[in-house]
């Protein structure tokens, strides 16, 4: 038994360190040569999945893609629910972008609760911000590295403005990013490509 629990152990570890930090987050402006990392992945990019971005708050002032995995075992969720995770200088290095496994190997994410969960945790890219928005806003280099993955995604996978959510809009009684998030910042610099 105590062999089973170490091995499980072990693999629970492997899967919540699997994914990368994202090293170069471009401006939507610069230009890149050749493809972003975050389009460098383990499984093909699986554009007919993708269709909305839902962000999110941690709720709590520290977090790294370990300690978020082990919250999402203890909640029933096959580890770390969120595609991509944005630091906050607490765990993760402040506005540090991780690359989740689910997002390296395109699979649907664990992020949404509610009614609308089975949709969007199929068809929306998840990302979280460390922090808790309820009592503190997001740091600057949070927000700024939050906008360009959105445009960045939004870009890539033809995603519109208005299928850009926050959770709060999505679940009932949910204050998820935050009263404090900066809902207007980020409505202002979303792209409205054709599909």
Not at 91 to 110: K, N
Not at 121 to 127: D, E, K, P
């Amino acid at each position: 038994m105590c062999l089973a629990i170490g091995l499980l152990s072990l693999d629970t570890k492997s899967m919540s360190t699997r994914g990368f930090p994202l090293t170069k987050l471009a401006d939507i402006d610069d230009v890149l040569e050749g493809r972003d990392s975050i389009f460098d992945l383990q499984a093909p990019l699986d554009r007919d999945r993708w269709t909305g971005i839902v962000i999110h708050h941690l709720g709590r002032p520290f977090g790294t893609p370990e300690s978020i995995h082990r919250q999402h075992l203890g909640y029933g969720y096959q580890g770390l629910g969120y595609h991509f995770v944005i630091g906050n200088g607490n765990g993760l290095a402040d506005g540090e972008v991780h690359v989740g496994y689910r997002w390296d190997d395109q699979l649907p994410g664990a992020h949404v609760v509610g009614d609308a969960g089975t949709q969007h945790n199929a068809h929306s890219i998840g990302i979280c911000l460390i922090g808790n928005g309820d009592r503190h806003p997001f740091t600057t280099r949070q927000m700024t590295h939050l906008v360009r993955l959105v445009q960045r995604l939004q870009q890539e996978l033809g995603i519109p403005a208005q299928d850009i959510h926050l959770h709060s809009d999505l679940a009932e009684g949910i204050q998820n990013p935050g009263r404090f998030f900066a809902s207007g910042q980020l409505q202002e610099q979303l792209l409205d490509p054709a599909r």
